[in-house]
Nanobody, 121 residues
């Protein structure tokens, strides 16, 4: 079973930046499509960004131009660089493995603990 560990969350003022990390183990990371989701207070979990095996990326409209997903296969790590943060970005952020790089591709691993991001106004 793939294990994912998210880190890097915290409290930041609006306009600030954070970089989230997701370290994967028990998997061939380079062959996995990775994604970041988030779940804000009282909201459903939503896809934020995904990255293909080749490095192609896709973003939710709400974060385009502000967030960047990347991967380092040598470190078995996916990242989410978040700039120009807004209070509405406040959420628990989760990383996951997707079945493929296509619309509505389902996650293939259980959700982990996630990492809390809080943006103050």
């Amino acid at each position: 079973q793939v294990q994912l560990e998210e880190s890097g969350g915290g409290l930041v003022q609006a306009g600030g930046s954070l970089r989230l990390s997701c370290v994967a183990s028990r998997t061939t990371f380079s062959s996995k499509v990775m994604a970041w989701y988030r779940q804000g207070p009282g909201k459903q979990r939503e896809l934020v960004a995904r990255i293909s095996i080749r490095g192609d990326t896709d973003y939710a409209d709400s974060v385009k131009g502000r967030f960047t997903i990347s991967r380092d296969n040598a470190k078995n790590t996916a990242y989410l660089q978040m700039n120009s943060l807004k209070p509405e970005d406040t959420a628990v952020y989760y990383c996951t493995v997707l079945r493929g790089f296509y619309k509505n591709a389902p996650p293939t691993v259980d959700w982990g603990q996630g990492t809390q991001v809080t943006v103050s106004s």
